[in-house]
């Protein structure tokens, strides 16, 4: 009896890890009077699936939940010309939070706003999230592990393989993929959908160790169909 309980508590620990996700929040306003937009609708797309909410009486939306990756965010309004946020990145484990979004009254019902999101500079402290468009422009991409001190500083990589974080001992990294704990990743970048890389301030979901993490979410069907059409998209825009 133990034993079957000990395994659905570690079943149920890995299915917690893996069910993370994240969430877009933002305000809408009218271009011109600066006046807040209530019931405007905020949606996006995730495979066949639409995942949409509307504006509350002072204009604000939170959409979630929503899984880590890049998302086209489309907004519509009565009276207002389409506006569309392309190449909002949403990670695993965090709120992506959006500056005021400004529709521009209008009775061209074909007239669309399109603004590109982009990423902040300043990444949230000891925690760095990459997804697969940042993988692509890094060098040595094919080997994650030896790829990881690109992305801070605070991560060495010796020649065979072993991984210090901030001068913690060998050993002291954990890995997870797809919310469970690997002793390394043999994962191709071209399936890694995300990767969270902690250098300190662990979250304790993870574990209780001196070093860093690095938890890797790879691609769904759903997530590949939606980069396809997100280039599809891009390649007819252009």
């Known amino acids: 009896m133990k034993k079957i309980i000990i395994s659905f508590v570690i079943i149920f620990a890995a299915f917690v890890v893996k069910a993370q996700t994240g969430e877009i929040k933002g305000k809408v306003i009218d271009a011109e009077s600066k006046e807040t937009l209530p019931s405007a609708s905020v949606y996006v797309t995730y495979g066949n699936n639409t995942i949409g909410t509307i504006t509350d009486s002072d204009g604000n939306f939170t959409l979630k ?15 207002y010309n389409n506006y569309v946020y392309e190449g909002v990145r949403v990670s695993s484990e965090g709120i992506t939070r959006l500056p005021q979004i400004a529709l ?70 954990a890995y997870f993929v797809d919310g469970v704990k690997v002793t390394e990743i043999k994962v191709p970048s071209t399936s890694i959908k995300s ?41 007819v825009s252009n």
């Not at 690095?214 to 769904?220: A, C, D, G, Q, Y």
């Open 65 to 79: 939940p929503l899984n880590a990756g890049v998302y086209n965010l489309i907004i519509t309004y009565t009276g």
């Open 104 to 173: 521009v009254s209008g009775i061209d019902l074909k007239a669309v706003t399109i603004k590109e999101y982009l990423k902040p500079l300043i990444p949230s402290e000891n925690r760095i999230e990459i997804i697969a468009g940042d993988l692509d422009k890094i060098a040595n991409n094919r080997n994650i592990i030896a790829a990881l001190p690109s992305f801070s500083a605070d991560i060495t990589v010796t020649e065979n393989n072993e991984v210090y974080f901030r001068g913690s001992r060998a050993g002291d990294a």
């Open 195 to 235: 990767m969270m890389v902690y250098t300190g301030g662990v979250p304790s979901k993870y574990g209780d160790f001196m070093g860093g993490c690095v938890v890797v979410e790879t691609l769904s069907y759903f997530d590949w169909l939606n980069m396809q059409r997100a280039k599809e998209n891009k390649r």
